[in-house]
């Protein structure tokens, strides 16, 4: 699976931005997958997944009511809806393929099998 994100940009606190993730390969359509960030510094962390069918989703307490994670299959494509944006979302953000999980739940970056190759988001106050 080759994954490619897109769509990050610099944005003003309490901006939307929704970023997209082009896969390429059979298997993505069956595989869970996510959405990582890491932010200057810090650790990469999770930030949402969804199921191979988009019917279950799951989100880091943060961004709980404010992002959405959404996928479309016959495109081979996972978006990330990001609204009211604060200066603390500022990271790349990287979408992934987990090793072996079709569902949707919090995983670590060490259970994450593919990569995309990261989009930066960047929120000014």
């Known amino acids: 699976v080759q994954l490619q994100a897109f769509g990050g940009g610099l944005v003003q606190a309490g901006d939307s931005l929704r970023l997209s993730c082009a896969a390429s390969?059979?298997?993505?359509?069956?595989?869970?997958v996510g959405w990582f960030r890491q932010a200057p510094g810090k650790d990469r962390e999770f930030v949402a997944g969804i199921s191979w069918n988009g019917g279950s989703t799951a989100y880091a307490d943060s961004m709980k009511g404010r992002f959405a994670i959404s996928r479309d299959n016959a495109k081979n494509t996972v978006y990330l809806q990001m609204n009211n944006l604060e200066t603390e979302d500022t990271a790349v953000y990287y979408c992934?393929?987990?090793?072996?999980?079709?569902?949707?739940?919090?995983?670590?970056?060490?259970?994450?099998?593919?990569w995309g190759q990261g989009t930066l988001v960047t929120v000014s106050s």
């Open positions: 992934a393929v987990p090793r072996g999980l079709t569902s949707a739940q919090y995983y670590t970056s060490s259970e994450v099998h593919y």
């Open positions: 390969g059979r298997t993505f359509s069956s595989s869970g």
